[in-house]
């Protein structure tokens, strides 16, 4: 089993910054990329930022120059750190992680999400 473990999330000014972390645990072999994703009330789940286990990056264009992804490979964990928030940022966001386990199987991790919300 793996888990993922997020934390960070809370109420912001807009404008204002948070850093989302997200720790990886259990039977893992290796982490290959990893992400995080948001969803807002009636709205699909969308990619905000991934990165792989070579450090190269993908943004939302919405989030461009406002949002850094980076990863502690030692320590099995993904950031996020959340800079000039707006209000469109609220939604619930979910760690990712595509994980090869001790039981020689690559599958895709979900954590639980943590809140963001902005305030005007």
């Known amino acids: 089993q793996v888990q993922l473990v997020e934390s960070g999330g809370g109420l912001v000014q807009a404008g204002g910054s948070l850093r989302l972390s997200c720790a990886a645990s259990?039977?893992?072999?290796?982490?290959?990329?990893m992400g995080w994703y948001r969803q807002a009330p009636g709205k699909q789940r969308e990619l905000v930022a991934r990165?792989?286990?070579?450090?190269?990056?993908n943004y939302a264009d919405s989030v461009k120059g406002r949002f850094t992804i980076f990863r502690d490979n030692a320590k099995n964990t993904v950031l996020l750190q959340m800079n000039s928030l707006k209000p469109e940022d609220t939604a619930v966001y979910y760690c990712n992680a595509r994980v090869f386990t001790t039981d020689f199987l690559q599958r895709n991790y979900w954590g639980q999400g943590t809140q963001v919300t902005v305030s005007s």
């Open positions: 990165i792989t286990s070579g450090n190269s990056t």
């Open positions: 259990g039977s893992i072999f290796s982490i290959n990329d």
